[in-house]
């Protein structure tokens, strides 16, 4: 298996706040990763890095991007829009929003189809495509607003598969759903992988729901990656402090008549960060070196932790 | 052809209005062949001559199939009192012949849409020349309707691409852009107007006239208008389906002019239809003030023109401001219209 994508070192802000700092990962071809982690850690923001639609007062500050070894952080806006929905689709947290209410559904997926072909092939194909994900060929003809949530999300997934790309990034895809909904998407979106060939980056801040869903899960807390690993692994022992709290206080894990567990401590706003490691405020095995320096990724086993914890920084 | 059953069955007024407002276009181009005198045909024995009644019963009770008119005469030219003369009758006829005009510009022809053989008809009287305003009304249309359309053509052409740029794009582009705008809307618009005016010589033909005021009125009127589009702009390029359309890879300009201008719509179709009266006005300042269309060709506004500040006219002969009336339907029948576009132009009340 290659690696389709790549992140080196990425740092992604203004002069005033870094909202992501030194983001390393890789996917693999046919994989699910997920990223995990509260409100607000910059899940949204990683994934708009990695189509370049950052919101206009963010930039890419340093750091490489690698897709199909192309280095897209060098790459034109131009340039940009030929990968955009043809290699690499989104689908977005909130569907209703992100589709056109002026437009029919099929209009809008329609739109998308890159290559010049005549109207009865793309209306062919988008038909084909929506009962792929579901939907009913009706559903070719209404407006966002006709749909449910669910309806919009699957049409919102077909919008994003319209060109067969090789990488879906899916923002909270099931975040606004409830439970049987949600269900029918992850399971939609796991048989995806096998009809259509894709790797899949997965937002969600529902651990579980990873574990089950992907091959790998990333943890990330204030636009850092804490953890990475495989996702049994990271779930049935998690390294890093933050994951272990986060996993402790999954509903699944309690006893019954339990009082609700919650990690104490505030989310660090990004204006104000701790110097060292962000979590440190929070963090109960916390040492001196913690509240000074960033932990540089540390690699155990099929793992890498950012925790002063392992390796050999606690004496010094 | 679905948005006239929408509009028909959301907003009744506005689909009404939308017929008069074809009906008066369609007047406007068939002016030559509706009309039943020229517009410079003076008749100069009756002057201020009011409008003519038309009868099915003469002075018998005597009822006849064909209505007809009755001659007017001036017995008091100082006074300007006309009789009717019931002893002769003179039927109205489809189709009659008169003088050789060119309908449209093209097409000769002899026959117009009715007309009498004897005596004369003045459906909406005549002006102190002896002019029958029916038809001036008529071809006055052609200006004023016109007016209103090309003009708000070309200022919504220049609101919509610059303000669409200014604030797509933002940054310097906007900076000075909206610079240029506030240059514009700096003057009162309608000192401006006159300034525009005053640049240009006085002795134009009516066509450069014409294309003249229409030039100084959309001037005036984009810079409003891209102001808007830009704020507009502004707020929707930071909605998420435009996100989403840049994330289909879809290029800067169909954006632009797929995604965001035709959100505008609800808005701006509106307020096209409402500045057309704006122009209509506009036109009949400038004639008020004789920088206008100039006599003898006729518009709305320099019909209007002549009555204001004349009591002599206004109290003797009130069928003069008939052109007001025209002025006054068309200006409602837009505004019931842009009310009803806005509601069709939203796929949420379908
Ligand atoms: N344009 C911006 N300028 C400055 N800060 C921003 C901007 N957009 C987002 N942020 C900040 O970046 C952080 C990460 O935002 P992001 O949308 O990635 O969160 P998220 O992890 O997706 O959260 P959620 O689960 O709620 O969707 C947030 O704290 C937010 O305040
Ligand atoms: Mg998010």
């Given at each position: 298996m290659g690696k389709i994508l790549e992140i080196k070192n990425v740092v992604v802000g203004n002069e005033e706040i870094?909202?992501?700092?030194d983001i390393s990962f890789e996917v693999e071809e046919r994989e699910i990763i997920s990223i995990v982690g509260e409100?607000?850690?910059?899940k949204s923001i990683t994934l708009r890095t990695i189509i370049k639609l950052?919101?206009?007062?963010?930039?890419?500050l340093s750091g490489k991007i690698f897709f199909e070894g192309l280095e897209?952080?060098?790459?034109?806006e131009k340039e940009m829009q030929n990968i955009r929905g043809k290699k690499i689709g989104m689908i977005f947290q909130e569907p209703s929003s992100f589709l056109?209410?002026?437009?029919t559904i099929g209009n809008q997926i329609e739109e998308?189809?890159?290559?010049?072909?005549?109207k009865d092939k793309k209306k062919e194909r988008v038909i084909k495509i929506l009962e792929e994900m579901?939907?009913?060929?009706n559903v070719y003809y209404q407006?966002?607003?006709?749909?449910?949530g669910g309806m919009q999300q699957r049409a919102m997934i077909a919008m994003a598969l319209i060109n067969n790309p090789v990488l879906l990034l899916a923002d909270e895809?099931?975040?606004?759903?409830d439970v049987t909904t949600a269900f029918g998407i992850i399971s939609l979106l796991k048989n995806l992988i096998l009809i259509h060939n894709l790797s899949i980056i997965f937002v969600t801040h529902d651990i579980s729901l990873a574990k089950y869903l992907s091959d790998r899960i990333f943890v990330m807390y204030a636009g850092i990656i804490v953890e990475k690993g495989p996702s049994i692994e990271v779930y049935n022992s998690p390294l890093h402090p933050y994951t272990q709290k986060l996993i402790n206080c999954l509903p699944e894990k309690y006893n019954k008549g339990e009082k609700i567990k919650t990690i104490e401590g505030e989310v660090p706003s990004f204006k104000n960060?701790?110097?060292?490691?962000?979590?440190s405020p929070r963090c109960?095995?916390?040492?001196?070196i913690c509240e000074k320096r960033i932990p540089p990724e540390i690699k155990i086993g099929n793992r890498i932790v950012r925790c002063f914890k392992y390796g050999n920084f606690m004496e010094s | 052809m679905n948005i006239f059953v929408r509009l028909r069955k959301r907003n009744f007024i506005s689909y009404i209005s939308l017929y008069i407002i074809i009906f008066l276009y369609s007047l406007a181009i068939l002016a030559d062949f509706i009309s039943?005198?020229?517009?410079?045909?003076?008749f100069r024995d009756t002057p201020l001559c009011p409008p003519t009644k038309i009868n099915f019963f003469d002075k018998n009770g005597k009822f006849h199939l064909r209505p007809f008119v009755y001659e007017y005469k001036l017995v008091n030219p100082s006074l300007n009192k006309y009789e009717i003369d019931r002893n002769k009758i003179c039927p109205i006829y489809f189709f009659v012949k008169g003088e050789r005009r060119k309908i449209l510009g093209l097409f000769p022809s002899r026959r117009y849409l009715f007309g009498v053989k004897e005596g004369k008809i003045f459906l909406f009287g005549t002006d102190m020349h002896g002019r029958d305003i029916f038809s001036r009304v008529l071809y006055g249309a052609r200006i004023s309707l016109s007016i209103g359309i090309i003009g708000v053509l070309i200022s919504f052409f220049l609101g919509f691409l610059i303000g669409g740029i200014s604030g797509y794009f933002g940054g310097k582009i906007d900076n000075v852009l909206m610079r240029l705008v506030e240059i514009f809307m700096m003057f009162p618009s309608f000192y401006l107007m006159l300034a525009l005016r005053a640049v240009?010589?006085?002795?134009?033909s009516s066509f450069q006239v014409y294309l003249l005021i229409v030039i100084i009125l959309s001037l005036i009127g984009w810079a409003g208008l891209a102001r808007i589009i830009r704020g507009m702009v502004l707020s929707i390029k930071e909605e998420e389906y435009v996100l989403s359309a840049k994330a289909l890879g879809i290029p800067t300009f169909r954006i632009i002019f797929r995604h965001i201008i035709p959100n505008t719509f609800s808005y701006s179709i509106t307020a096209i239809t409402l500045s057309i009266p704006g122009y209509i006005l506009g036109e009949s300042t400038l004639s008020l003030l004789g920088?206008?269309?100039?006599?003898p060709y006729p518009s709305w506004g320099n019909m209007l023109s002549v009555c204001i500040g004349n009591l002599r006219i206004l109290s003797?002969?009130?069928?003069?401001l008939i052109p007001g009336f025209f002025i006054f339907l068309t200006i409602i029948c837009f505004n019931f219209l842009g009310d009803g576009l806005r509601d069709v132009c939203d796929p949420k009340n379908w």
């Amino acid at each position: 298996m290659g690696k389709i994508l790549e992140i080196k070192n990425v740092v992604v802000g203004n002069e005033e706040i870094k909202i992501l700092r030194d983001i390393s990962f890789e996917v693999e071809e046919r994989e699910i990763i997920s990223i995990v982690g509260e409100s607000g850690c910059g899940k949204s923001i990683t994934l708009r890095t990695i189509i370049k639609l950052l919101p206009q007062n963010l930039n890419i500050l340093s750091g490489k991007i690698f897709f199909e070894g192309l280095e897209i952080t060098k790459l034109k806006e131009k340039e940009m829009q030929n990968i955009r929905g043809k290699k690499i689709g989104m689908i977005f947290q909130e569907p209703s929003s992100f589709l056109n209410p002026l437009f029919t559904i099929g209009n809008q997926i329609e739109e998308g189809i890159n290559e010049k072909v005549e109207k009865d092939k793309k209306k062919e194909r988008v038909i084909k495509i929506l009962e792929e994900m579901g939907l009913s060929y009706n559903v070719y003809y209404q407006y966002p607003h006709q749909l449910s949530g669910g309806m919009q999300q699957r049409a919102m997934i077909a919008m994003a598969l319209i060109n067969n790309p090789v990488l879906l990034l899916a923002d909270e895809p099931t975040t606004a759903l409830d439970v049987t909904t949600a269900f029918g998407i992850i399971s939609l979106l796991k048989n995806l992988i096998l009809i259509h060939n894709l790797s899949i980056i997965f937002v969600t801040h529902d651990i579980s729901l990873a574990k089950y869903l992907s091959d790998r899960i990333f943890v990330m807390y204030a636009g850092i990656i804490v953890e990475k690993g495989p996702s049994i692994e990271v779930y049935n022992s998690p390294l890093h402090p933050y994951t272990q709290k986060l996993i402790n206080c999954l509903p699944e894990k309690y006893n019954k008549g339990e009082k609700i567990k919650t990690i104490e401590g505030e989310v660090p706003s990004f204006k104000n960060l701790p110097l060292g490691c962000p979590f440190s405020p929070r963090c109960e095995i916390k040492n001196k070196i913690c509240e000074k320096r960033i932990p540089p990724e540390i690699k155990i086993g099929n793992r890498i932790v950012r925790c002063f914890k392992y390796g050999n920084f606690m004496e010094s | 052809m679905n948005i006239f059953v929408r509009l028909r069955k959301r907003n009744f007024i506005s689909y009404i209005s939308l017929y008069i407002i074809i009906f008066l276009y369609s007047l406007a181009i068939l002016a030559d062949f509706i009309s039943p005198y020229p517009y410079n045909k003076q008749f100069r024995d009756t002057p201020l001559c009011p409008p003519t009644k038309i009868n099915f019963f003469d002075k018998n009770g005597k009822f006849h199939l064909r209505p007809f008119v009755y001659e007017y005469k001036l017995v008091n030219p100082s006074l300007n009192k006309y009789e009717i003369d019931r002893n002769k009758i003179c039927p109205i006829y489809f189709f009659v012949k008169g003088e050789r005009r060119k309908i449209l510009g093209l097409f000769p022809s002899r026959r117009y849409l009715f007309g009498v053989k004897e005596g004369k008809i003045f459906l909406f009287g005549t002006d102190m020349h002896g002019r029958d305003i029916f038809s001036r009304v008529l071809y006055g249309a052609r200006i004023s309707l016109s007016i209103g359309i090309i003009g708000v053509l070309i200022s919504f052409f220049l609101g919509f691409l610059i303000g669409g740029i200014s604030g797509y794009f933002g940054g310097k582009i906007d900076n000075v852009l909206m610079r240029l705008v506030e240059i514009f809307m700096m003057f009162p618009s309608f000192y401006l107007m006159l300034a525009l005016r005053a640049v240009f010589p006085l002795n134009l033909s009516s066509f450069q006239v014409y294309l003249l005021i229409v030039i100084i009125l959309s001037l005036i009127g984009w810079a409003g208008l891209a102001r808007i589009i830009r704020g507009m702009v502004l707020s929707i390029k930071e909605e998420e389906y435009v996100l989403s359309a840049k994330a289909l890879g879809i290029p800067t300009f169909r954006i632009i002019f797929r995604h965001i201008i035709p959100n505008t719509f609800s808005y701006s179709i509106t307020a096209i239809t409402l500045s057309i009266p704006g122009y209509i006005l506009g036109e009949s300042t400038l004639s008020l003030l004789g920088l206008g269309i100039q006599e003898p060709y006729p518009s709305w506004g320099n019909m209007l023109s002549v009555c204001i500040g004349n009591l002599r006219i206004l109290s003797n002969a009130p069928w003069m401001l008939i052109p007001g009336f025209f002025i006054f339907l068309t200006i409602i029948c837009f505004n019931f219209l842009g009310d009803g576009l806005r509601d069709v132009c939203d796929p949420k009340n379908w």
